[in-house]
């Protein structure tokens, strides 16, 4: 099934609803950073203080609004008075101490993992899931030329333990190994230099496009990272991606040659841009390279050609792991590379991602918006620390599309506003067919203000689709007014009405109001068969 890109939405009329109080409202942004600080064994140091931290925003010291240490995923009681607001609303209490929540994305790239390799990633986060608490979260998802969900958000150990046994059974996968190895079958069967030049820049091409599928798929997948409380963590499971498609097996192919005039592209532009996302909404990003590394130079299984070519492997590992490095860094996270211990690099993963510190800073008082450079020191000697490098707030309209993208793609669903959404048939409209969507809420969920004789509320309406291979509209967002007269009960229905345009087949819409007042937000969704 096709979706268009984008919908036509058309307002029904609305009912009417009760005067409401006039509230102002006032929002403070804060940025919260995870601070990761270890010795020179890699064990946490538990004891620092706020006095010993610095942060630096565009180069600039700032004052430290908020401080605590989160142990083994616990804050204990004297550390709640000075936590963030957004921690302590991401924490859940128990007597005298509080716990955050621990979510963890794994997101197994298969395209470049040979089967035993793909096992060994596989058999490392069989551990790390042995290791989960009961408030933690988990979320698999394989991708082969595209993303498939394997298992959606949940606590589920055994369901997590099902779904990692079902990739490693499979037979999927390795669809850049196989390009790899086939071109280079292809330019060590020819000593023409054109012909060579010629496959590689096919080789490149297919690559490239597959690597920014999939980057664009994982900045999609942040969204139900996002929507969730507590430490989020992107676990990335490859066998590195090319930062610059093809560069090693043109220089396999013609030995030395000019990068400049390799025209190719990078993929620098869309790395930066998921660790912009990532480190906006407070998601730490863990890689782990699963093919591991042998005493030569080559992939613990030996079954990457590149890597095992004289001349070009060091350059084609160093370009495949470039990308990875540069999403754990800038995130704060750890990049596992050019080990054969995965598990026990796992293990430090949970550590890493249960104690840390948490430091906020009240952007509210700082001059200027938009993207900032943000750096985190310690002043004792001997230590190692790592933070997010940057941040930029998502706007809220930014925000509302987050959540929307999140319900589509996953079980994640907002409730702060009681969502029915309703469909009616279809109706072939040419080569399409036009579905109306009804959107109902109370009015009493909205936040209504005096205009006049009568009231009026504000809403984004935010409306996704998605196909059942996986295939997804744009988010498209719509400005919502209702007007109601002073003697409409409080708990009256107001509707708003979408005319969507799909093609023939299965599709999920998933709808998200937001109250432009308050910022609350609620989710619906219906799968439907349009014929």
Do not use: C
């Not at 009681?77 to 859940?92: F, I, K, N």
């Not at 079954?303 to 590992?317: E, H, I, M, T």
Request: hydrophobic share 35%; aromatic share 6%.
């Amino acid at each position: 099934m096709a979706i268009l890109p984008a919908m036509a939405l058309a307002q029904a009329p609305p009912p009417e609803a009760p005067p409401g109080t006039f509230r102002e409202t006032v929002r403070v942004q804060v940025m919260d950073v995870d601070v990761s600080v270890t010795d020179s064994r890699g064990n946490p140091v538990p004891d620092l203080n706020r006095d010993e931290f610095r942060v630096t925003v565009d180069g600039k010291q700032v004052p430290i609004d908020y401080f605590t240490r989160v142990a083994e995923g616990t804050i204990h009681g004297p550390d709640l008075a000075s936590a963030s607001p957004d921690l302590v609303l991401a924490e859940y209490r128990k007597g005298g101490e509080a716990y955050v929540p621990r979510q963890f994305l794994m997101y197994i790239d298969t395209g470049n993992l040979s089967p035993n390799n793909k096992r060994r990633g596989v058999e490392a986060l069989r551990d790390l899931v042995t290791r989960m608490g009961p408030s933690d979260l988990g979320r698999v998802v394989l991708f082969d030329r595209r993303a498939k969900e394997q298992t959606d958000w949940t606590s589920s150990k055994e369901t997590l333990f099902a779904a990692l046994s079902k990739i490693e059974s499979t037979g999927v996968g390795m669809s850049r190994l196989m390009t790899e190895t086939q071109t280079l079958n292809q330019i060590d069967s020819t000593r023409s230099r054109s012909s060579r030049e010629s496959f590689a820049r096919m080789y490149a091409e297919q690559v490239r496009v597959e690597v920014a599928n999939m980057l664009r798929d994982m900045s999609a997948e942040l969204t139900t990272l996002t929507a969730l409380p507590g430490k989020r963590a992107f676990l990335l499971i490859s066998g590195g991606f090319d930062m610059q498609p093809g560069s090693a097996m043109m220089q396999y192919a013609l030995g030395n040659f000019s990068l400049s005039s390799f025209d190719a592209g990078d993929m620098g532009r869309e790395v930066q841009g998921l660790i912009r996302r990532a480190n906006a909404t407070d998601v730490t990003f863990y890689t782990v390279d699963a093919r591991g590394l042998t005493a030569e130079g080559g992939s613990a299984g030996g079954d990457d050609p590149l890597l095992n070519r004289p001349g070009v492997s060091f350059f084609a590992r160093q370009d495949s792991q470039a990308g990875l490095q540069s999403l754990a860094t800038e995130t704060g996270g750890i990049a596992l590379l050019n080990t054969n211990a995965l598990t026990g690099g796992l293990q430090r993963v949970y550590q890493d991602a249960s104690t840390y510190y948490s430091v906020g800073v009240n952007l509210s008082n700082l001059p200027g918006s938009g993207f900032r450079d943000v750096r985190v020191t310690v002043s004792r000697p001997g230590v190692t620390v790592r933070s997010r490098r940057s941040f930029a707030p998502r706007s809220p309209v930014e925000r509302g599309g987050d959540v929307a993208q999140a319900a589509l793609r996953s079980n994640i669903q907002y409730r702060g506003i009681p969502v029915q959404l309703s469909t009616a048939p279809a109706t072939k409209d040419k080569k399409y067919y036009t579905m109306p969507v009804v959107v109902s809420l109370p009015a009493s969920a909205l936040t209504f203000l005096p205009d006049g004789a009568s009231r009026k509320a504000s809403a984004d309406v935010y409306i996704g689709v998605m196909d059942d291979s996986g295939r997804m509209s744009e988010i498209s967002r719509e400005e919502a007014s209702f007007t109601l007269p002073p003697d409409a009960p409080a708990n009256a229905p107001v509707r708003y009405t979408a005319r969507l345009q799909v093609r023939k087949g299965n599709a999920r819409l998933v709808v998200n109001v937001r109250d432009k007042e308050t910022g609350r937000m609620g989710t619906a969704r219906a799968d439907v068969h349009v014929e």
